[in-house]
């Protein structure tokens, strides 16, 4: 069957550190992937969008990562802060189904 | 300024009621789409359209209608034929000639049932 899955446990990190989420993907031929940012009780917001044939984008402090062959990408916060803090969702366009699908997203907390 | 407008951010609903969020957007984008998310899911597509007077049902309409009969306008109807219909709905928009694009989001609609 067809999954999308991110680190359902909270991610706790220092700030200063790098924080790493991670989306894996199983049985979907992706055409894209993007990142959004969801605050509690708002809406989520458009991050990072990378398609199938890049390796890697990046934007301000932000990186991320698409491994076709792992199935995987991975999404880095450099330099992190209290401000990070928040819900991280990964979504994937299929090009088997034509649509976009979530993850569960990834909760971070950067604490000062 | 451009974006989405979600009304009303809380909504209690009785069981047995048909309730309509209201989604507004002045970005010109084509498509519009609502989402459903429950805690500890990923977001679930309801509806979407992509053209005026067209919409397609997503993963999980069953209990909900939609229209859209403006561009700007795509109002969603949480029927009592939804069975579990507490949980934070997204209403969504973006622009399909640009391709692959990202999604502009509301704020969300928080339905409870009583």
């Known amino acids: 069957s067809q999954k999308i899955e991110q680190n359902s446990e909270a991610l706790n990190i220092q700030e200063g550190k790098t924080a790493t989420l991670t989306c894996n993907y199983t049985?979907?031929?992706?055409?894209?992937l993007q990142w959004y940012r969801q605050d509690p009780g708002r809406g989520p917001v458009f991050l990072l969008l990378?398609?199938?044939?890049?390796k890697e984008k990046r934007k301000e402090r932000l990186k991320v990562t698409f491994d076709t062959t792992l199935k995987q990408s991975l999404f880095h916060i450099t330099a992190s802060q209290p401000a990070d803090s928040a819900t991280y969702l990964c979504a994937l366009f299929s090009s088997n189904t034509g649509k976009l699908i979530f993850g569960q997203g990834t909760t971070l907390q950067v604490k000062p | 300024d451009g974006g989405i407008t979600q009304s009303p951010k809380y909504l209690f609903r009785k069981e047995g009621q048909n309730v309509t969020l209201s989604c507004e957007q002045n970005l010109n984008h084509d498509a519009m789409y609502w989402y459903r998310q429950d805690p500890g899911q990923g977001l679930r597509l309801i509806y979407y359209s992509q053209i005026v007077n067209d919409f397609q049902k997503g993963d999980i309409a069953e209990g909900y209608s939609v229209s859209r009969e403006k561009k700007e306008s795509f109002p969603l109807t949480v029927t009592s034929a939804q069975k579990n219909p507490t949980a934070f709905y997204l209403c969504?928009?973006?622009?399909?000639?640009?391709?692959?694009?990202?999604?502009?989001f509301g704020e969300g609609s928080r339905l409870t049932v009583l």
């Open positions: 969504a928009s973006s622009i399909l000639s640009l391709g692959p694009g990202e999604l502009f």
């Open positions: 990378i398609r199938e044939n890049e």
């Open positions: 049985n979907y031929s992706p055409a894209y």
